[in-house]
């Protein structure tokens, strides 16, 4: 495919000399003659004058080149838009394998794909173009909607809702019980029984052995358009609002609320019963307690003010040389107090 050509299905402007033909894509550092790579950020010009991929996805405002360069917006999502075009994934024809186990009231859309050893339960309804690959398993009452995909290995509990585009990647956990337990007199615990489902709205994704707990009681909620990272538990009865991420191994102890468009980098840790207003981002190994304003950036554990937390981690290192200095600044305080006192009062 011709660089012009992919200027015309992603929306940018060509640049520069020539118009190589692109029969592939990759990063900076691997890419190779006949191949597409991008630059997001311009402090990156080093590398991509030293690149020897045939063309460059850029911002506009990136500085010229010595190659071709195809100008976009957004030159992350376009050169994502990029490896569609060259990237075919496995196609799954429509049809239910002989080894699958289908529960007779289930109810299967048009076009469904369902794989070997996949177990669908009593009750269970499937949209249109569902993908069920091996070894999933939807429990009694569940519901997903039209374009469903789950990968191997993939689970949903009982009377579980799914909408429509949600993809379960290998090992995904929806509606596992929460955890919740009372204490017995005289010690142990007693299990309570979590009854109420978890939902997951539209374009949801859970990635790898992540885990959406079920509630006690009400329901765990996923908002529309919601992506949840590997190795993510979201904890009993926790609402996330819409287009928010959770990466990689975070953590909802029971019942929070997360707003809308929020942010919580690598292993944030959030204490249950709080709100985290809408816009927040969270830096990695934050620990979070309490409501968080909206559209507040915070860091640390405790989590506080992230411009406040950069001053404070940039003084640590000289933390101890400004104790020295403090105590010298106290024993020179002390001695000019001492002779200010025997000049006042001389014997």
């Not at 990237?87 to 299967?108: F, K, L, M, N, T």
């Not at 956990?173 to 017995?184: E, K, P, W, Y």
């Not at 816009?279 to 003010?305: E, R, Y």
Request: aromatic share 4%; with cysteine; net charge negative.
């Amino acid at each position: 495919m011709k660089l012009s050509e992919l200027a015309e299905k992603l929306g940018g402007v060509r640049t520069g000399a020539g118009d190589p033909e692109i029969t592939g894509v990759a990063g900076i550092e691997e890419a190779e003659p006949g191949q597409l790579t991008f630059v997001a950020n311009p402090k990156y010009t080093a590398e991509a004058k030293k690149t020897r991929a045939s063309a460059v996805v850029v911002s506009p405002e990136f500085p010229e080149i010595d190659r071709p360069t195809l100008r976009v917006a957004n030159p992350d999502l376009a050169f994502a838009r990029a490896i569609e075009l060259f990237y075919q994934p496995p196609a799954y024809p429509p049809g239910i394998h002989p080894r699958a186990e289908v529960h007779p009231s289930a109810r299967i859309g048009r076009d469904a794909h369902i794989g070997a050893y996949a177990v669908i339960g009593e009750n269970v309804v499937i949209g249109d173009r569902a993908v069920i690959l091996p070894h999933v398993v939807l429990y009694p009452g569940v519901t997903v909607g039209h374009d469903f995909f789950a990968h191997a290995h993939a689970v949903v509990r009982e009377n579980c809702r799914l909408g429509d585009h949600v993809i379960l990647q290998n090992g995904a956990i929806v509606g596992s019980d929460g955890f919740g337990f009372a204490r017995l007199e005289g010690g142990g615990w007693y299990k309570i029984a979590q009854s109420g489902p978890a939902i997951l709205d539209d374009e949801v994704e859970i990635q790898a052995n992540a885990c959406v707990d079920r509630a006690r009681v009400g329901q765990t909620h996923i908002g529309r358009g919601v992506k949840v990272d590997n190795l993510v538990q979201v904890g009993h009865g926790s609402m996330v609002g819409e287009n928010s991420l959770l990466c990689s191994q975070t953590g909802l102890a029971g019942s929070t609320e997360v707003g809308r468009n929020v942010i919580l980098a690598g292993q944030v840790g959030v204490a249950g019963h709080c709100r985290i207003g809408d816009n927040v981002i969270a830096t990695a190994q934050a620990g979070l307690h309490g409501d968080i304003p909206a559209g507040s950036m915070l860091s640390g554990s405790p989590g506080f003010d992230n411009r406040q937390w950069l001053r404070v981690t940039a003084i640590m290192p000289r933390l101890p040389e400004l104790i020295r200095q403090l105590q010298r600044l106290v024993r020179k305080m002390e001695k000019l107090e001492a002779r200010e006192g025997s000049e006042a009062h001389p014997n």
